[in-house]
Nanobody, 115 residues
Framework: QVQLVESGGGLVQAGGSLRLSCAASGSAFGISVIDWYRQAPGKERELVASFSSGGSTIYADSVKGRFTISRDYNKNTVYLQMNSLKPEDTAVYSC?????????WGQGTQVTVSS
């Protein structure tokens, strides 16, 4: 079992920055993919940024150049640095991990960007 706990969400003005954290505990060893998703009201959940065990990263086109995903293996924590935030970035951001054929999700953290 893997437990994922997100933190760092909040209210920020457009153009501001936030850093989200996702701490993995339990059987964190063997996680092959860990990433961030978001879901805005009335919209489908979308992949924001992904970090594979091979070290490659993927970003949604809408966040390229503004968001950066990083991982601290010692702390079993993944970060999402979000810069130049826009009102359309407002959503619940959730951490996801894939380990040995199973998917794990955090509870989500709200990010609200005011114009």
């Amino acid at each position: 079992q893997v437990q994922l706990v997100e933190s760092g969400g909040g209210l920020v003005q457009a153009g501001g920055s936030l850093r989200l954290s996702c701490a993995a505990s339990g059987s964190a060893f063997g996680i092959s993919v860990i990433d961030w998703y978001r879901q805005a009201p009335g919209k489908e959940r979308e992949l924001v940024a992904s970090f594979s065990s091979g070290g490659s990263t993927i970003y949604a086109d809408s966040v390229k150049g503004r968001f950066t995903i990083s991982r601290d293996y010692n702390k079993n924590t993944v970060y999402l640095q979000m810069n130049s935030l826009k009102p359309e970035d407002t959503a619940v951001y959730s951490c996801h991990a894939y380990r040995y054929g199973r998917n794990y999700w955090g509870q989500g953290t709200q990010v609200t960007v005011s114009s």
